[in-house]
């Protein structure tokens, strides 16, 4: 996990961190009090897990309805409404088209 100060990149020694992916979204969310990643790839298939940074460590969120695993999607902050919105994705191949919000 690397941070940025506005001036130099700082890699973090965290005690907790996602398993490594590629194709995931991430968004600074306030109301999550900092960076919510979600979902992506791995050697072993597409994820469906939610991660957050705050400052100083990684702690993952547990939901009871979740979106399904993907990889590839989108995912920005609705100030508007304050909340953390997820569009579309792969899901093994096949396009979502679904949104969800946190």
């Not at 508007?80 to 997820?86: E, K, T, Y």
């Amino acid at each position: 996990t690397w941070t940025w100060d506005g001036t130099n990149w700082t890699l973090q020694s965290p005690a907790h961190q996602p398993p490594q992916r590629f194709y995931s979204a991430a968004d600074y969310d306030p109301g999550a009090g900092g960076v919510v990643v979600f979902g992506g790839a791995s050697g072993g298939g597409d994820l469906n897990d939610t991660w957050v940074w705050a400052g100083g460590d990684w702690t993952q969120l547990s939901f009871a309805d979740a979106p399904s695993p993907r990889e590839s999607h989108g995912m920005t902050f609705d100030g508007a409404d304050q909340r953390l919105l997820l569009f579309g994705g792969s899901a093994r191949g096949v396009l979502e088209n679904d949104t969800w919000s946190l």
